[in-house]
Nanobody
C-alpha cells in the first residue's frame, strides 16, 4: 500500500494558478499509474488527471483539459498537478491516488475512480471570484 500525502492547496483568485504536490512513501510508487481526484460540492467525484508510471502518457478530464498539467518525478517519489486559469468551479478537495497498474488500457480508463486503491487525505483548493 502506498502512503500518499498531498500539499499545496489553498485560496487563490479566479484566473490564478496553484501547484499541488503528492509525496509517496511506498516502495512501488514508480510502478503505479497515478491520478488526481477531486470532490466538488454538489458534484460527483471526478478523476481530473492521471499519468502512467513512466510519465509518458497523461490524461485529463474535459473539465480541466488545457488548464491542468500532471507530472511526476519518480526519483523523488512525487506527483504534481499544475493548475492554471482556475475558476470557482475548481473549488474542492483534491486527492492524490495510486492505481495499481503501470498505465491505462485506453484513453477513458483513467476516469474509473474505483481503480485507484490508495488515496491520500486530500488538500483543499478554494478559488474565489
Amino acid at each position: 500500500q502506498e502512503q500518499l500525502v498531498e500539499s499545496g492547496g489553498g485560496l487563490v483568485q479566479a484566473g490564478g494558478s496553484l501547484r499541488l504536490s503528492c509525496a509517496a512513501s511506498g516502495r512501488t510508487f514508480r510502478m503505479y499509474a497515478m491520478g488526481w481526484i477531486r470532490q466538488v460540492s454538489g458534484k460527483e467525484r471526478e478523476v481530473v488527471a492521471a499519468i502512467s508510471w513512466s510519465g509518458g502518457r497523461a490524461y485529463y478530464a474535459d473539465s480541466v483539459k488545457g488548464r491542468f498539467t500532471i507530472s511526476r518525478d519518480n526519483a523523488k517519489g512525487m506527483v504534481f498537478l499544475q493548475m492554471n486559469s482556475l475558476t470557482p468551479e475548481d473549488t474542492g478537495e483534491y486527492y492524490c491516488a495510486a492505481r495499481r497498474a503501470v498505465g491505462f488500457s485506453n484513453d477513458l480508463a483513467f476516469r474509473t475512480e474505483n481503480e485507484y486503491v490508495d488515496w491520500g487525505q486530500g488538500t483543499q483548493v478554494t478559488v474565489s471570484s
